[in-house]
């Protein structure tokens, strides 16, 4: 049988290599051969990847510099808040409360449906938000309450400190709040809607002095959460108004 030489270009482990195949079984084990080295390779680098059950953790590295791997234990550090930041969470958990406990009277003073569908809207997204600013200050290591004495937002234009207690912006007072449990159906319904534009205003009042405070709402979470609270409350602030108008003209027919 005539042996005839047969020039192959082989790709094994990404480098080629030119063998000289005589015969039908030199062909195929140098094929064999070719085999072997890629899988012996491919164990390799294999080898050298990191183990999936362990986390990588790496840095970016800052511009011009190369990103570093950390150790899997490291712990991320938040970075320091605004004391404004903080102030501004623990005054509108105090403001908000005031609101839900103002809606909590609806059901026994009034029949208005339009006070009791707005009443449950601002009683829920008043709640979930105070949760929101609980979580906050706890993963901050911050009290839920501020102490007034130390207080930045003591002296904030607005501030009330009627009878010992600290009333932020647009909060009713004691003697606001005691005609509002007082009254009933029509005078109720007035009071309410009065009392509760009052308040909505005190919270953009408080949203205000935040981002005109150096340093402060740069938090992300801190900043979208203003801003919502404070697109809420104009649109609840124009919904009230608007029921009033209506109680209005109804009252010169």
Known sequence: ????????????????????????????????????????????????????????????????????TLPPDTRGKLPPVSRADVEFMQGMIMHHAQAVEMTELIASHTENKDLLGLGARIRSSQMDEIGFMKRWLATHGEPLT???????????PGMDHTAHTMLMPGMLTPEQMDALRKAHGATFD?????????????????????????????????FDFATDADNVQRAEIRIMQGILQGKDKEEKR
């Open 146 to 156: 501020m102490p007034m004495e130390h207080s930045q937002m003591a002296n904030m």
């Open 190 to 222: 007035r009071l309410f809607l009065t009392g509760m534009i009052q308040h909505h205003q005190g919270a953009l009042t408080m949203v205000h002095d935040l981002f005109n405070t150096a340093g402060a709402g740069q938090d992300a979470d801190i």
């Open 1 to 68: 049988m005539r042996s005839e030489v047969l020039t192959w270009r082989v790709r094994c482990g990404g480098r080629g290599v030119f063998a000289a195949l005589l015969a039908r079984t030199g062909v195929f084990a140098s094929l064999g051969f070719c085999l072997l080295a890629a899988g012996a390779h491919g164990a390799g680098a294999r080898g050298q990847q990191p183990d999936p059950g362990k986390p990588v953790i790496v840095q970016p590295g800052a511009p011009g510099q190369p990103s570093k």
